[in-house]
């Protein structure tokens, strides 16, 4: 490797799964998470199952914000437009600054494939206590999509022209 060769950094990474039906034995957008970023050479961090409900979301986001050793928190699900879909409220009051352009370009994205149902989904990402979150509906397929086209290479330090990871030690100035 010469020394203009950006080494791989690995990062502890927290997984979300918001649904009021979804169990460990059932989960499947979570455990495709939890593949795809051990795969990358991330490590799991933590992972939780809660309901849908936004004190709920808040307080775990909340916990594992203050947690300095954990980078990202992705979530999976809540992110409709039922009644009982709150992951945005729950998670908005928490971040310190949003990146609109995930939701604009995962809608973008999702649209090749769901067409149209994809203004159905309010998936947004941001910055908090510099942590990375990022929320996404609770489809498998829409996971991998967020993770294999968006994420994952926002996540790569070696990513070029820049990536969130490069941006980290600049994430608590003043």
Known sequence: MTSTEKQFIPLNIAILVVSDTRTEANDTSGKCLIDRLLESNHSLAAKAIVKDDIYQIRAT????VADKDIN?????????????????????PLLDKTLDGFGEVFRMLSYQSIKTSTIQSRA?????????LFC????????????????KEQLDFRTKPCNLV?????????
């Open 61 to 64: 986001v909340s916990q594992w």
């Open 72 to 92: 990202v928190i992705i979530s999976t699900g809540g992110t409709g437009v039922t009644g009982r879909d709150g992951t945005p409220e729950a998670i908005s």
């Open 136 to 151: 996404l509906p609770g489809s498998a397929s829409a996971c991998r999509e967020a993770w294999d086209k968006l994420i």
């Open 124 to 132: 947004i990402a941001g910055v908090a206590n510099a942590t990375y």
């Open 166 to 174: 490069q941006l980290m030690p600049r994430l608590l100035e003043k």
